[in-house]
């Protein structure tokens, strides 16, 4: 018999969520010098889930970013690309007390930010 072993499984670790302090640079970013009001910041055992802010833009309207962790399994393989991270940045853009649009501004994995 001469049958070679099956190769070892290599476990991927565990995501390593971005810490407080560091989604909160981030957000401020986003920002990009304005002042902002913190509205919600949610976390449980593995840290931030949900980190919500508001501020306006250069026209002086109501914009807000909010930080969430997926909800789904983003490690699945059938997913498209776009959804294969473990949380991402949205912002939501207000007419007055509106929302009248948003989009996926930053995704996260890794460890390593990608603006979009």
């Not at 190769?7 to 920002?31: D, T, V």
């Amino acid at each position: 018999m001469n049958e070679q072993p099956p190769a070892p499984k290599q476990e991927k670790a565990p995501e390593q969520f971005p810490s407080q302090e560091e989604i909160r640079s981030q957000l401020e970013k986003f920002c990009d010098g304005r002042e902002y009001q913190e509205l919600r910041v949610l976390s449980n055992e593995k840290g931030v889930y949900l980190y919500e802010v508001k501020t306006t833009d250069e026209h002086g309207e109501r914009i807000e970013y909010i930080f969430q962790r997926a909800k789904y399994d983003y490690t699945d393989p059938s997913l498209p690309s776009t959804m294969r991270f473990s949380a991402s940045i949205h912002s939501t853009l207000f007419n007055g007390d509106m929302p009248c649009g948003g989009e996926c501004v930053a995704n996260y994995l890794d460890g390593t930010w990608y603006r979009t």
